[in-house]
């Protein structure tokens, strides 16, 4: 299964970071991705050829790849190929959104949870007048200065906020391809594009790959700095990060 997230700006992704809620964030890899046909886009590429009398030029796709990752996405059904450092030659995955998990619009903003009251106090004796008017004064003037500070930072976060929901993007990045948070995608690797074929005794798949591994956090290093992920939460100045149950490393 592949999630939907948040569209992050270009310096997001090129600074590893950490924090209570998320985590450690490693590059784990680097490089260019390829957009390649769908069936449907190759049934279609074949028809328009023997229409067109055989002219070589009709069959070139001169769309860029993010031209062609954005009319993927829009049809629901993606087939990247990965060009990187550690992932095997001609890695190529098969994402599809099914109708079921289709929707037009974000998620809405959740509800807060209800804060616990505590029961009310008795109230403290009454101070006498000649008190009550020294001290109001001073507690009104600095009352409304730290309520208008927290208004005004409050209006602000939730305006940014709200803007974040609203387009699924980070503030500094655009959401040019219409990404819709947290929608589900079905994930497979896409064996025939990868250079795998079927064994004519059992029907297995079989290719060239040398086996690798996801070892998790405690084990992998970043591709770009070295660096582990306890040393980045140490860097952020994360402690005591409890992180997701039934993780673990991906060794088969």
Do not use: C
């Not at 796709?61 to 450092?85: C, K, M, N, V, Y």
């Amino acid at each position: 299964m592949a999630i939907e997230t948040r569209v992050h700006n270009l310096w997001n992704n090129l600074i590893e970071s950490a924090s209570h809620s998320t985590g450690s964030l490693l590059i784990w890899d680097t490089g260019e991705y390829e957009i390649l046909p769908s069936k449907a886009e190759k049934n279609k590429r074949s028809t328009d050829d023997e229409l067109s009398d055989g002219d070589a030029k009709d069959s070139i796709d001169s769309r860029t790849q993010s031209e062609r990752l954005f009319a993927s996405f829009q049809s629901r059904h993606i087939r990247l190929r990965l060009h990187g450092r550690r992932l095997p030659t001609n890695y190529t995955v098969s994402f599809r959104l099914p109708s079921a998990n289709d929707r037009s619009d974000q998620a809405k903003r959740p509800k807060r949870k209800r804060r616990r009251v505590e029961p009310a106090k008795p109230k403290a004796a009454e101070a006498t007048e000649s008190e009550a008017r020294d001290t109001d004064l001073s507690v009104s003037t600095s009352t409304q200065a730290a309520d208008g500070a927290a208004a005004a930072m409050a209006s602000d976060d939730e305006g940014e906020d709200a803007t974040i929901r609203a387009n699924n993007a980070y503030t500094g990045a655009i959401n040019s391809i219409g990404s819709i948070h947290q929608r589900n995608w079905f994930l497979t690797l896409d064996r025939r594009n990868s250079g795998f074929r079927k064994t004519r005794d059992d029907g297995r798949w079989v290719g060239d790959w040398e086996p690798f591994y996801v070892r998790g956090r405690e084990h992998e290093r970043s591709l770009i700095t070295g660096r582990s992920a306890d040393q980045v939460m140490e860097d952020e100045g994360v402690e005591k990060f409890v992180g997701r149950k039934m993780w673990r490393p991906i060794m088969e």
